[in-house]
């Protein structure tokens, strides 16, 4: 082998140079999780103090019977455990149905004006991610009861209006009424088994939800959570929390949370 005149033939290896792998990041959005649990116990899960403070006052504002006690689990899982079951399965179609939809109705409401954002929802576990919004939102619930019971919490006499004449169009009321003055609960009764699993009834059911739908979105609102409650392994309600900008007017985009 021949060398350049001057140079001495190399015996050590190329080094060859291995850049290291990047550092673990972690997103730097942050979560925070919220479960139900027992029909009594809310468990906050990484949600500031000042959060907490103001969701005390809050669910001793909108829930009568109160908090019967709370207590630090872990390091960052507040838990606030109620008077009363809110959101007990058994007691779901009692007298504690509707105070426990204003329940949670503000509760999301609560977390909204903070920045937290339901982002997955799966049974009793939420998780909302933490993002600038406009506090200024206003929020109502739908909820269906068992077979042939409609329910309305916090709608505008506007609002409930539309709702009953979907269902005049329909031939589906049989009445309508106040349920609950004080909580702003409005309920109509349907016609018939329209929830029927089965054939014709069930194919007018589900357009009845689209009908809704569409009528929601018509008027500035959104759809922001689902409910389903089991008893015994049956759904004996479901329905959504719907929300809506206070200052949206006709041909405004429709926020979604």
């Known amino acids: ?25 972690a997103s730097k959005t942050v979560f925070a999780s919220m479960f139900i649990h027992e029909g009594d116990c809310i468990h906050m899960l990484q949600f500031p103090q000042r959060d907490i403070d103001t969701l005390r006052v809050v669910i001793n504002q909108s829930w009568d019977k109160g908090i019967q006690r709370e207590r630090l689990l872990y390091s960052s899982c507040h838990e606030f455990k109620l008077h009363g079951s809110p959101w007990n399965m058994s007691h779901w179609t009692g007298s ?13 409401a609560c977390l909204f004006s903070a920045g937290w954002i339901l982002h997955a929802r ?7 991610r933490q993002q600038q919004t406009s506090p200024q939102r206003d929020w109502i619930s739908i909820t269906v009861i068992g077979f042939y019971k409609l329910r309305l919490i916090g709608a505008s006499a506007e609002l409930i209006a539309l709702f ?36 014709e009834e069930m194919v007018q059911w589900n357009l009845l939800m689209l009908r809704i739908v ?9 759809l922001y959570s689902n409910t389903m409650q089991y008893q015994q392994n049956v759904c004996v309600s479901y329905g959504w929390f719907c929300v809506k900008d206070k200052q949206w007017v006709p041909g405004m985009t429709i926020v979604r949370g």
Request: no cysteine; aromatic share 12%.
């Open 1 to 25: 082998m021949f060398h350049l005149k001057g140079s001495a033939p190399s015996s050590e290896k190329p080094k060859i140079e291995i850049e290291p792998a990047p550092a673990y990041s």
């Open 96 to 108: 504690e149905n509707i105070p426990g939809q204003v329940l949670m109705r503000e509760i999301f």
């Open 122 to 128: 799966n049974n009793g576990l939420l998780i909302f």
């Open 164 to 199: 009953r004449d979907i269902l005049e169009s329909m031939g589906l009321l049989q009445e309508d009424f106040w349920k609950e003055r004080d909580n702003n609960a409005w309920e109509f009764k349907i016609k018939g088994n329209p929830r029927s699993v089965f054939g």
């Open 214 to 222: 569409e009528t929601l979105e018509a008027h500035g609102w959104s």
